[in-house]
């Protein structure tokens, strides 16, 4: 990931600090989950897989960003 990228995330994760919760990208990913599984398209079924281990780095991802931003390792 490019420093550019890394900068607009971490914006906008500053944008959006006072509704981003645990919860919130829970349901993020629910809804991205439900709407694949649903979908009568089976091409993104076959991706599902992928997604799930992209929502795995996002995590990780955020979590380190959050730390950033609060300054609270952990």
């Known amino acids: ?13 500053e944008r959006n600090c006072e509704v981003l ?16 599984k649903t979908s009568d398209n089976k091409v993104d079924d076959m991706f599902l897989p992928i997604i799930e281990v992209g929502f795995k780095v996002f995590d990780d991802f955020l979590a380190k960003q959050v730390d950033k931003i609060d300054g609270v390792e952990g």
Request: aromatic share 4%; net charge negative; with cysteine.
């Open 1 to 13: 990931m490019d420093e550019k990228m890394k900068q607009a995330l971490l914006e906008c994760c």
């Open 21 to 36: 919760s645990p919860a919130v990208v829970a349901f993020m990913k629910d809804v991205v989950d439900t709407a694949i």
